[in-house]
């Protein structure tokens, strides 16, 4: 039996009136945890974001598409987010045209407060003072002239740490198209078991990528990424920047053992953060 168009009508009302009822039971619940995180200076948590994705989709079936289910999420997610505290972006925009918005935008939600900054030295300072509560950075490379994240390599609780990576599910409208990006913010990193990590090490030497990858192997690290900037305020010391792998907690004990496969040559190591990885193509076909 085939039924009329104002019937199947009737089915969509009572099924959008049992979303909006579960979407208040959800905001009640959120209201509940907000006061567990009254004395977090930062309330957002990108590892349990990401968690809600990868779980969502593991189970998700039918021909509902799940880049929009991402869509529906992420907006859900930070309107929530807005209720436990202030919530805003600062985004990296500078005057040769690159401009991190429509990322911001598509992690961030439509309605989130979000500005531009012209440097990546003004967005490190106004997260680590909470102007903005996230900021969104280039995604580092060989030769940068800015290596933002040298302002980032030393300990302290209000130090911004990386704690997502953008796009974290891609084919969005975001402009320019394969534009990647890093979110920062001084809250830790948390492990969801699908995770790189940053590492940045002082050394008394240029190491190179040969040496480097050697080095983070027999400390039991494995070498995804890497890029250094001497540092012109110390002649004789490299900064260098090693994504890793996996989640390296900063205590963990393979940050130490750095200090020593290099035959002495790097007296410092620090981990500056990290994420959860975004969402492959394929996984959303």
């Known amino acids: 039996m085939v039924r009329d168009l104002s019937e199947l009508r009737r089915d969509i009302d009572a099924i959008d009136d049992q979303i909006h009822a579960l979407l208040k039971q959800r905001t009640k619940i959120v209201e509940e945890v907000r006061a567990f995180k009254e004395n977090d200076r930062v309330k957002i948590r990108p590892g349990r974001e990401a968690e809600i994705i990868y779980r969502l989709f593991a189970q998700h079936d039918g021909k509902f598409p799940k880049r929009e289910l991402f869509r529906i999420w992420r907006e859900l997610i ?3 987010l807005s209720m436990e505290g202030p919530f805003s972006a600062g985004v990296f ?3 040769e045209g690159a401009d991190f918005w429509d990322l911001a935008r598509d992690q961030y939600g439509s309605f989130t407060q979000m500005a531009r900054f012209p440097s990546t030295r003004r967005i490190i300072e106004a997260v680590q003072k909470q102007e903005v509560t996230v900021g969104i950075l280039p995604l580092p490379g060989r030769g940068d002239v800015d290596a933002w994240w ?3 390599a030393f300990e302290g609780d209000d130090v911004p740490r990386v704690i997502a990576r953008l796009p974290f599910v891609g084919g969005s409208n975001a402009r320019p198209e394969g534009q990647e990006a890093l979110v920062i913010s001084p809250v ?3 492990q969801t078991g699908r995770d790189r990590t940053y590492i940045v090490l002082e ?5 190179t990528p040969t040496q480097l990858q050697k080095g983070l192997s027999e400390a039991g690290l494995d070498l995804i990424f890497s890029t250094d900037a001497h540092d012109v305020n110390r002649p004789e010391i490299w900064q260098i920047l090693v994504e890793v792998d996996g989640f390296i ?3 963990d004990a393979r940050i130490a053992q750095l200090k ?12 500056i953060g990290g994420y959860a990885l975004p969402v492959p193509d394929e996984e959303l076909d």
Do not use: W
């Not at 050394?203 to 190491?207: F, R």
């Not at 020593?260 to 981990?271: L, P, Q, R, S, W």
């Open 150 to 152: 040298r302002r980032m």
């Open 260 to 271: 020593d496969v290099f035959d002495g040559a790097t007296e410092y190591a620090v981990t």
């Open 188 to 190: 830790p990193q948390e």
């Open 203 to 207: 050394s008394t030497q240029h190491l």
């Open 78 to 80: 930070v309107a929530t």
């Open 249 to 251: 907690a900063p205590g």
């Open 93 to 95: 925009a500078d005057e």
